[in-house]
């Protein structure tokens, strides 16, 4: 049974290697991230789907409402 390293263990060997090596290294780690399978197609919103549900209130959407201060709407 193989020990599992820590990613500290791991960030120290990985300063010892050189910069290919490391960019090498870096290749694989993107590419096994990267999955395979084809993107899930989005599905497009059913108008009326939830016209029987009451889903959401007016003061849903009041309380989700941004409301900015003066410094947010000048960039501060």
Known sequence: ???????????KQVEQLSPG??????HHVIETMISDQT????????????RSELVSTDED????E????EQELNGA
Do not use: K, N, S
């Open 1 to 11: 049974m193989t020990a599992l390293l820590t990613v500290e263990q791991v960030t």
């Open 61 to 64: 959407f009041i309380l989700a």
């Open 39 to 50: 993107p899930v197609r989005p599905q497009p919103l059913m108008y009326g789907r939830f």
């Open 66 to 69: 941004w409301r900015p201060t």
């Open 21 to 26: 090596d490391r960019l090498r290294l870096i």
